[in-house]
Structures are given as structure tokens and as C-alpha cells.
């Protein structure tokens, strides 16, 4: 029963880790709602940066691995993003594309947000 347990602890780690992924690209946006949104999401836009650039491991993913290992599965080698994203969300060899894209809807909400603010304040 422990092992069922892992197993869906680390569904739930997964999920969790694609939600944040999904936050970090399209984050910025909900500071069109509230200016205080757009700080946190800054944060984990930098945050994902260093992950990628610094071939850092996100700690979500070893948690992940490490409850389906308890849960009795093989964990998965590589990245979370490997994983889950190549070859299903996009191509492998489109890496770089999906990032710098990505990257680029997070900076575009900040400019957005911050372009509607400043207008706020002028008028």
C-alpha cells in the first residue's frame, strides 16, 4: 500500500511541477489583474533561467523520481521537461526554439503589465 502511495505522490509531484511550468511561461498575466502577481512569477521566470542555463536539477523532478524509485517504478532519466515535453509538446531538436519562446511570452506579459500600469498611473 506504501508503494500505491509513492506512486501517486509522485503523480501529484508531477502535476504540480507542469503546473509551475505553466506558470513561469504565462504567469506575468495574471498581474493584469493584481500589480502583485508580477513579482512572483519574475522570480520563477529567473528561477527556470538558471535551471536551464546552469544545467541545474530541479529539486520537483528529484522528488518525483525519488517517489516512483520508493513506489517501486524506474524512475526516468533526464530532465522533467525531456521527459514529459519532447517529442510531445514539441520535437527534441526544437529545444532551444520552445525555451526562447517561452522566455519570450514571460518577458511579453511583463511588458504588457507593466505598459498598463504606467498608463494607469498617467491618466
Not at 47 to 76: H, I, N, Q, S
Amino acid at each position: 500500500m506504501a508503494s500505491g502511495l509513492a506512486v501517486v505522490a509522485a503523480v501529484v509531484v508531477a502535476t504540480v511541477h507542469m503546473g509551475f511550468l505553466t506558470y513561469i511561461v504565462f504567469g506575468g498575466f495574471l498581474a493584469l489583474r493584481r500589480l502583485a502577481w508580477l513579482w512572483p512569477s519574475v522570480a520563477s521566470t529567473l528561477y527556470a533561467a538558471y535551471v536551464t542555463l546552469a544545467d541545474f536539477t530541479c529539486p520537483l523532478t528529484t522528488l518525483e523520481k525519488w517517489l516512483l524509485e520508493v513506489g517501486g517504478r524506474v524512475p526516468y532519466e533526464g530532465s522533467f521537461i525531456a521527459h514529459y515535453l519532447h517529442d510531445v509538446l514539441y520535437p527534441a531538436h526544437y529545444e532551444t526554439a520552445a525555451w526562447l519562446t517561452s522566455t519570450g511570452i514571460a518577458l511579453v506579459s511583463y511588458a504588457v503589465v507593466l505598459t498598463r500600469w504606467r498608463r494607469s498611473l498617467v491618466v
